[in-house]
């Protein structure tokens, strides 16, 4: 068996890149980003690739932070103009168009018994308004229960908006301009428990796959829809089990989706498209720290925001310090492993192999000196 220079080079440099690779991938730590910022009390984050780093709402304030790797915080948008009280919900990053798409809310009082519901959509190179597009119920009246309360966006600049007052999804064109995408029966076809603290809120988390359709989560019933992009047309996924008080949503390149919820974060994955899937995993979070949203960072790493939300829609604390922390699904950990010790074996086969035809290489040059 003769192998060539180049195979034997790029078998060196391999067997190189596992060894220093194994003790790196063994003792990596989950990374953890505590920064400070007052009373903002996120319900919301999104990472943008652009600019590496983190976009962080308020429900306190009409503002939007960004935060880096290393918990630097620098304000990024300001918006006064908003209605006073009003909150920073959902958000994405639009990479095609570079623009931040953001839910604004604000619940009914007794001063506006009408609540407001709106989607803002940002320049990330000016950070200037776009449009600020007044979310409707039936597009031409105000509902009291509607809750304007996460978006998605595709490949075109559409944009998707849960209503989890009301069960539906609003559409918003690239221009700003309102329709309803979907009222699907399906979304009102499963039972309720409602001695629940989150029985009013339906459909929360939503994201945009690509390859063609949304995948929303509803609160209180612990399901998971596929929708339809250009019809709306929706059915319940089948699932092993129910994602309980699911809240954000976010997908990462390889197709996993991950579903968080104030307890626990899900991992997910489908082999015919979502319209059946299962739980693979799920990792515990700090359930007093109150995580509502997950994201992917750079390096297809998982991300919840530890925002202390229901303290801050209470309005009766005062707070300086939130977090976001990486989370990994011990399964997956378990598995990286694996493929390192089959890489070893291969590059210490080839090793042997090497030592073995230098071996011969001498004994021959011995015998022609001879």
Excluded at 277 to 283: A, H, K, L, Q, S
Aim: glycine letters at 8%; a negative charge.
């Amino acid at each position: 068996m003769k192998l060539s220079f180049p195979l034997l080079l790029f078998s060196t440099l391999l067997f190189i890149f596992i060894a220093l690779s194994v003790p790196f991938a063994a003792g990596r730590k989950p990374h953890v980003i505590n920064f400070r910022s007052r009373n903002l009390f996120p319900e919301s984050f999104t990472w943008d690739p652009k600019s590496q780093h983190f976009i962080v709402g308020s429900t306190r304030h009409q503002k939007l932070i960004a935060v880096s790797d290393a918990g630097v915080v620098e304000s990024l948008i300001t918006d006064t103009s908003l209605p006073e009280n009003s909150s920073f919900l959902g958000l994405t990053v639009d990479r095609y168009n570079n623009r931040l798409l953001a839910c604004i809310h604000r619940p009914p009082s007794p001063e506006s018994p009408t609540p407001f519901n709106a989607l803002a959509s940002y320049d990330l190179q000016s950070n200037r308004r776009l449009f600020l597009s007044p979310l409707l119920d039936d597009v031409t009246q105000y509902d009291a229960a509607a809750v304007a309360n996460d978006v998605a966006v595709d490949f075109h600049g559409n944009a998707y908006v849960t209503n989890s007052g009301g069960d539906f999804i609003w559409k918003i064109t690239l221009s700003g301009d309102v329709s309803i995408l979907s009222k699907s029966k399906a979304f009102k076809s499963h039972p309720i428990d409602t001695t629940t603290d989150y029985h009013k809120c339906g459909l929360n988390g939503i994201v945009f796959s690509p390859r063609g359709y949304l995948l929303v989560v509803q609160s209180n019933t612990g399901k998971l829809f596929k929708v339809n992009v250009d019809d709306g047309a929706a059915r319940a996924v089948i699932l092993n089990r129910d994602l309980t008080a699911a809240d954000g949503i976010s997908i990462r390149e390889d197709g996993v989706v991950l579903v968080v919820s104030q307890e626990k974060l899900y991992f997910l994955n489908s082999n015919d498209g979502w319209g059946e899937g299962g739980v693979y995993d799920e990792t515990a979070l700090e359930r007093e720290r109150f995580a509502t949203a997950v994201t992917v960072g750079d390096g297809r790493r998982v991300y919840v925001l530890y925002g202390h939300v229901m303290k801050g829609i209470n309005g009766n604390e005062e707070r300086d310090e939130f977090g976001i922390a990486e989370v990994e699904s011990e399964k997956e950990s378990e598995e990286e492993p694996v493929w390192l010790y089959i890489l070893i074996g291969i590059g210490f086969f080839i090793f042997f192999i090497w030592r073995f035809q230098m071996h011969k290489l001498v004994e021959s040059l011995n015998k022609k000196t001879v």
